[in-house]
């Protein structure tokens, strides 16, 4: 197969909606129908795989995941990639980073509820990316379901047509086999040029001990060989693909990721802030000729507070830890602060309380550091009477 039969074969797709919509469980039976998990693996809430994330029942990272899927008439193969979305308002900088990376996204609405805030404004954001928009009513196996007054509402607020709409049980899998069909029916396959000058998007990173920085890319245009010098054309950095490979849902390391793939590429890189999420990575040898691509909005904090460590010798500690989860984390922002009282510590900006107290908590789970935090406030602009 070429790699431009390869492209036409490519959906990538996310699932967007409200907080406890059922997009997490929907993912699982999408995993499920699709062979990526066997049973024998499955738990629920598979691609929450922060401990923070099970507990609480959201998500809080997006998590990219590629199925292998058969159409059952045609028995025509595709490659479908999919990335996990949060729900939480504090998260939507998540979302928009997904959004970027995908042609298509799943509408998830729970059919007891009905259309709530963040299914609004994840929708706007989808359409503001020019994606197409594939509405599914969730949770239709509850008593207290209304799946017609639900539809009426999508048709009313966002003009979808009634044969559009799909109808689906994420716990009991009622409906995933027709959304599979639409995904490859509705939503187009990647617009890249293969032999164009190699362009890949980070829509995310991590920090890895022992591996140094892995992002995780979308290949815009070109192909991303293994073992080969890269550049950073935002952060100016060279780097090298050690390793470049899938998620299924685990790492799985393979030779190159052509035009329109989703994969993670292992750079090797030691400084956290030289692999900037929004950034556009090329070859070395390209770097002259590649544009880099619209990166994202900078996000505002919305609330402050500073974080100091108990123990005045733990402060390099903090730093690095700050440092490591501003890698996966865009959104947050901190400068150094020091607080004769108190010591030295950072001055921080999240996108909300929740936001905070997940920081909080991974700071404290991930990093084993004992923090005090100052109480939460906000930043005020005041006019004088001066004018």
Known sequence: MTSSDTQKQIRNFCIIAHIDHGKSTLADRLLEVTNTVTKREMKEQLLDQMDIERE????????PVRMDYEAPETKERFILNLIDTPGHVDFSYEVSRSLAACEGAILVVDSTQGIEAQTLANAYLAVEHGLTIIPVVNKIDLPNSDREKTAAELIAVFGFKEEEILYASGKTGEGVPEILEAIVARIEPPQGDANAPTRALIFDSMYDMHRGVITYVRVIDGRLPSRTKLYALGSKTNAESIEVGFFKPQKEKSESLETGEVGYIVTGLREVGNARVGDTITLFSEREKADPLPGYKHVVPMVYASIFPVSGDEYPMLRDAM???KLNDAALEFEPENIPSIGFGFRTGFLGLLHMDI????????????LVLTAPSVAYEIINTKG
Do not use: A, F, H, M
């Open 56 to 63: 609480r029942g959201i998500t809080i990272k997006l998590q």
């Open 323 to 325: 440092e490591k989860l």
């Open 359 to 370: 920081v909080q908590e991974r700071l404290t789970r991930e990093y084993n550091l004992d």
